[in-house]
C-alpha cells in the first residue's frame, strides 16, 4: 500500500503487512511515518493512494464492525452510563432488551468493570474509560482490534495495569476476535505484547523490518531476550535519511 | 440622479453602515472586555447585561428608543442614529460576548510573557490580547452580518405617528422605487444589495480562513482531564451556552503566578487598583443610569394612564400568547429542517462547500428587501392552496426567513465540533441514520442545538414585527394578522401611542427574561452537565486526527488509484 497526501507528499509506500490468527501484530516507527495513518487504512477509515485491504479475502472499503477501532484518544459518550455505552454497539447488531443487558454486563466483565454498569464517564479514571471503549469495541464482535496507541494518555501504573491485562481481554474464548493490530512508539509495550512487529522507517516510509517476538508469556522485561528484541528494534529505528535530501 | 447610480450608492451606504457598525462592535469590545477581565465588579455587570440585552429581541425595545432618538436629537441625524442603533443592538452582543471569551481564556502563558517584557496596555492588546481574540471574532462574523443587513433595510424608513422618517439607504431607495412603480429599478436595487451581500460574505469567508490560520492557536487543542473544555465549544452565539463555561474557563486561571524577584510589586499594584477601579466606575454609572431612567419612566405616567395601561394587559398578554404559539412554530420548522440540512451538509463535504457559502449569503440577503417581491409573485397561488390561513403563512414565512440561519449554524457547528472520534465510532458500528441522531448527533450537538433555539426565539420576534403589520406591502396591501403583540406595538408606533408601545414593550420584556431564566439556563445548565461531547474524548486530539478529519469525512487528501 502507499499513501500521500493532497499535496502529493508521500508518506509510506510498498507498505505490506498481515495480522495472522491468534497474534498480535504490532506497528512501530518514528513520529510521522504514517502509523496511524496506515492502521485507519487498515480498518477502512482512510483509502490507501495504491493497494487494497483485505479481511479474509474480502476486500475492505469502508468502516465496519467486524473490524473495531480503539482510539488513543480515549472515546466514550458522556452522557451514556458505562453499559450504555457498550450497548450502543450491540444497538448495530440488533441485540436489545435484556440480551443486550446481559452481553453488555459480560464485556464490561471481561475488561474487569463489573460493578461500574451505571457509573457515568466522568465518574471514571482514564484507564477505566479505555476499559469501556475496549468493551464496546468488544460487543461488535469484532475479527480483528485496531489499537493506536491505546495506553499513551494513561499515566504509567495504569498503563502497565492495562498493558498486563490487555491480551487475555482479546484473546479470549469468549469472543470471537481472532486478531490485534497495535500502533505504538513505546518498544517496551511492544515486546511484552506483541508477537510480531513490523517496523517502519525512513521518507517515504517502507517497512523496514519484520520481527517475530518468540517469547513466552507472562514476559519479563528484565530478561536478556526480551533487552534483546528492544536493541533489535532500536537499530531498525535508527534515523534513515530522505532520499529527497 | 441616475437611477442606477442611486442604487448603487444607497448599496455602498447600507453595506458600509453594516460594516462599520460591526467594526464599531469589535474596537468596543476590546476595551469593554479587557475591561471586564480586569474587574470583577465590572464583569459581572457586563455580562449579566449582555445576558439581559441579547435575551431580548432588539425589536422590543426599538419604537421606545426610535422614539427618543427622533424626538430629543432630532432631525437627519436622530433618524441615522436610531437606524444605527437598531443595527448596532443586532450585531453587537456575539461579538462582544466572543471578544471576552477570548481574552478570558488567553493562555497565562502568553499572559506571563507580556509581563515579562513589562508590556504597556496597548502594547499587550496589540501583541496579546487582540490577535488572540481575532478567531473568535470571524466565527460571530455571519451571525452578525446577517443580523445587521436584517435589520438595516427596515430601519433606514422609520415612521412614528403620521411622519415618516429616512436615512438614505438601500431600504429607503427601494421603498421609493416601489412607491413610485418602478419595479424594474426595486430588482436591479435587490441585484446591487445581493451582490454587496455575496461579495461581503466571501471577503469574509476569506477573512475568518486567514484569521484562523494565522491567529488561532493549536486548534486541536488538548483537553484538559477531567473537566476540560476545547476552546472551540465556546464558539456558538447564544451568550447561555458561553457563559455556562465561564466558571470553568476561568479556573484555569487561577493558577497562582510565581512572583518573580525582579517584579515591582507597588507598581504592579498601583496599576492594578487603577484598572480595576476604572471600569467598577463605568459600571456602577451604567447601573445609576438605567435605574434613573426607569424611575422617570414610572414618575413620568399619570394615574388615569396607569389604569388605561393595566387594563389593557390581559389583552397584551393574550396576543403575547398567540405570537409565542408562531415563534414556537418558527422554530419547530427551523429545527427539523436544520437537523436535516445540517446532518447532510456535516456528511457531504462536496455539498458544504458550496452550499454553506450559498446559505451564508441567503441569511444575510435581507428579507425585508426581496419579500414583497415574493409576496407578490405568490400571494394569488398560496391563497388557492390556504384560503383563510394565507396571511399566517407570509407572517410564519417572514418569521422563518428572519431566523432559521441561527439554528442551522449552530446545529452545523455542533456537528462539526463534534471530535471526529465520534464520527468514527458510528462509522465503525455500522449506526443507522436513527440511531446515530438518537444516541450520538443529537446529545452531543445538545448544547448547541439549545443555543440555536434561543438565538431563533429571539429572531423570530423580529420577523413577527415586521411581518404582522406591513402596511403597503404591495399595490396598497397590508398585510396584518388579527391577533399579535408584535402587530400592537407596530399599530401603536405609527400611532404615536409612546406610552402603550412602552408597556407593552416591557410586559414583553419581562416575560422574554423570565422565559429565559426558567427555560433556557435551564436547558443550558442540562447541557453543561450532561451533554459536552468534549468530555467523552478523555485525551489530547492529536494533528494526525486533524488529518483523518479531513479524510474520512470525504475530503479527499489525494487522486489515486484507490479513488478511481
Redesign the interface.
Known sequence: M?Y???N?HVVFEDVSVAAREDELTAIVGPSGVGK??LL?IL?G????????VRLMGKRVT????E???I??????????SALENVK??L??RKVSGDEADAVAKKMLSLVGLQGTENLY??EMS?GM??RVAIA??LA?EPIVLLMDEPF??LDEFTAEELRQDIYGMIFNSEIPLRSAILVSHNLYEVVSLADRVYVLNGYPAKVVGEIEVGLERPRDPTSAEFNDYLHKLREYLTPVKSELA | MNAYLLALLATLATTGRVLGLILLSVVTGWFLGYAAIKSRVFENAYIASIEVLESVPVISFFPVVLIFFINDVGGGLGVELAADFLVFTAVVWNIWVGIYQALKTIPNEMLEVTKNFEMSFLQKLRYAYIPFSVPRIAANLFPSLADGFFYITVSEVLSVGTTSYSTFGIGTVIDRFSSQGDFFMVYVSLIFIGAAVVLTVLGMREFSKYAVAKYALDTNQPIRKGRGFRISSLMSKNPFQKLSFYSLTSKARTTPRRKGFLERPEEEEKQNRLSKIVPAAVGFLLLALLIYGAVSLVIGVSPSLWSQLLSMTPYFLYSMLVDYARVGVITLVSLALAITVGYYLAVHARAEASMVPLIQSLSAFPAPTYFPVLFALTVSLVRGFLGPYTVEFYVLLVGFMSTFYYIFYSFWMGIRAMPQEYWDVMDNLNMGFFQKMRHVLLPATFPYIIAGISSTVNSAWGGLMIGEYWPDIYKGYTLTVRVGLMKLMDVYTAEGQIALVSWASLLFGIVVVVYSIFFTRKMMDLARKKYVAEEGVYAARRDRLGESLIVSRGRKPFVGEGEK
Open positions: 502507499a500521500a497526501y493532497e502529493g496511524s495513518t485507519r480498518g477509515f482512510i483509502r490507501p493512494m495504491r493497494g487494497e469502508r468502516p465496519i464492525p473490524i473495531a477501532l482510539h488513543q484518544s480515549i472515546v466514550t459518550f458522556p452522557w451514556l450502543l454497539a444497538k448495530a464517564p466522568k482514564g474509560r479505555q464496546r469495541a461488535a499513551s494518555h
